[in-house]
């Protein structure tokens, strides 16, 4: 008797790709971006058929037609609220929310942070470049004050969103960065996003090279990146620089630059701890000060943040399930005639 072999064959990352040209600017950063996910989705051990690409408007938003799975090309902002409900009906499904800076804190930003506080098991992956780049260059809510664009001609007087911070707040369980010239940290932190049970922040510096390039330039080149960003790990402590010769130490609240030696060693510093929900706010703000001069911060990369917190989808199908063993099933015509109803004579 002959035996039919079921086993599926593996996946490459070519298999996650489609026919369709890529239609994005030579040398925008959204094509390492795509390259990273088609590489990783292999691993997630997901068939294509249960993974679903959602995104809003922008340039990061043509990400659907790119990947060879299902997806939506959805509205302005709304790509987290369209997710929101795949999520809570089909909670089988790996949904990967692709957005801009302007399509989720913009016009989207009220959904953004409702799905956060929800908790929905979905991954956001926010690309942010700091500028309006499908509408030729307005200044976005992440740009820097004083940014002169088409839109701001005498520069922008807006104060900018801290994204992480933004997220911290509403409660997110999982927050990270990572930057599109950095294959293999993009890799991993695409792949913990994944891994993650409930809803994943995961920003990154994205170059738009035709209305912002090298926004990002001095954590992404080789002769400063060493110098300006600092890569978290787990239970280590937070050393950079390109011999790893300095540091970051808490006193008190207040983060400080050491340089190790003469009585510093890597035991003074802060050992970093994905779970400790205070020190990470202090990471989605280290930033340069401008209260505090002569001391410059790098930039931090990696996982800020992340808690196990009960999933929306989840607790949303145990509340069917009780009130469906306590009541029974219900009568549609029942309730929409309600209790409000009245005879007109």
């Given at each position: 008797m002959s035996v039919t072999d079921?086993?599926?064959?593996l996946l490459t990352a070519k298999d996650f790709a489609t026919d369709q040209e890529v239609r994005w600017c030579p040398g925008c950063g959204d094509y390492s971006i795509l390259a990273q996910v088609q590489k990783i989705m292999p691993g997630i051990g997901i068939p294509r058929e249960n993974i679903v690409i959602v995104s809003g408007i922008g340039c990061s938003s043509r990400f659907p037609y790119y990947m060879n799975t299902y997806g939506m090309h959805s509205i302005h902002g709304r790509a987290?609220?369209?997710?929101?409900?795949?999520k809570?009906?089909?909670?089988?499904?790996?949904?990967?929310?692709?957005?801009?800076?302007?399509?989720?804190l913009s016009i989207g930003?009220?959904?953004t942070i409702h799905l956060l506080r929800r908790n929905f098991d979905v991954n956001v992956l926010l690309f942010n470049n700091q500028i309006y780049g499908l509408t030729k260059g307005q200044y976005s809510p992440t740009s820097e004050e004083n940014k002169i664009t088409k839109s701001t001609p005498f520069g922008s007087i807006d104060h900018p969103f801290n994204p992480l911070a933004l997220a911290m707040g509403a409660d997110a369980s999982f927050i990270a960065r990572s930057m599109d010239r950095d294959p293999k940290h993009l890799q991993a932190m695409l792949t913990r996003a994944h891994q993650h049970k409930g809803a994943s922040f995961l920003e990154i510096y994205q170059n738009c090279n035709i209305f912002n390039d090298g926004a990002f330039e001095i954590f992404t080149e080789k002769a400063s990146k060493t110098e300006e960003a600092l890569f978290l790990e787990q239970g280590k402590p937070l050393v950079f620089g390109a011999s790893q010769q300095k540091g970051i130490k808490l006193d008190g609240l207040k983060p400080v630059v050491v340089e190790l030696g003469n009585g510093v060693s890597a035991d003074d510093l802060w050992i970093?701890?994905?779970?400790?929900f205070y020190k990470a706010q202090i990471?989605?703000?280290?930033f340069d000060n401008p209260n505090q001069a002569g001391t410059h911060f790098p930039r931090p990369f990696g996982v800020f943040f992340e808690t196990e917190r009960a999933c929306y989808e989840d607790v949303m199908a145990m509340q069917i399930e009780e009130v469906l063993a306590t009541k029974g099933p219900g009568n549609l015509d029942k309730l929409l005639r309600g209790r409000e109803v009245w005879e007109i004579i």
């Open positions: 079921t086993t599926q064959p987290t609220a369209i997710a929101s409900g795949l809570a009906t089909r909670p089988e499904l790996s949904v990967w929310i692709v957005t801009g800076d302007g399509d989720s930003g009220n959904h970093h701890d994905e779970n400790d990471l989605t703000r280290l």
